[in-house]
């Protein structure tokens, strides 16, 4: 594995590992929508289950339920949606919105265009930074990661 993706990978699986599970088997409630109307006749997935279900298609339309662990700190213009090992970074149709920078451990419902997507070592970096790390040293080479870039977003308001 290259020292991007080890270092990237690293960085992801820290955040990850702070994701805790509160509301597990509660029902979603959205608090907060930005950008177009949640499409109702869809019935929300895991992320993992979107992922399986692109087989060899290299994007699909969907709609995901999961839990967002990491916001762009510069904007809320990504954010990154995670379902156990598995994660997708989700940026925003036209950068028409953003969400707020402490979105971070919300659960959300996410619709939108779903492919993979590889990122240079200087693209890792700046996610990175914008992410609030304080270094991310030479991070060099493809790091390999799902996208989705989301025409809609419903997130439940963090319990206090």
Request: some cysteine; proline content about 2%.
């Amino acid at each position: 594995m290259n020292r991007a993706r080890l270092l990237f990978s690293g960085f992801l699986a820290t955040l990850l590992l702070t994701a805790i599970t509160a509301h597990a088997g509660q029902p979603f409630t959205a608090d907060q929508a930005f950008g177009d109307v949640m499409p109702a006749d869809t019935e929300a997935v895991s992320l993992k289950e979107a992922i399986a279900s692109l087989g060899d298609n290299s994007q699909a339309t969907v709609k995901i339920k999961g839990k967002v662990t990491e916001v762009c700190q510069a904007k809320g213009c990504w954010m990154i949606l995670v379902d156990g090992d598995t994660y997708a970074r989700v940026t925003f149709k036209d950068y028409g919105f953003f969400v707020p920078i402490e979105t971070s451990m919300q659960r959300t419902v996410v619709y939108g265009v779903l492919s993979e997507h590889v990122l240079s070592g200087e693209q890792a970096a700046h996610y990175a930074q914008d992410a609030g790390a304080k270094s991310t040293l030479e991070l060099e080479g493809e790091v390999r990661e799902y996208s989705l870039v989301a025409s809609s977003v419903q997130l439940e308001r963090k319990s206090s």
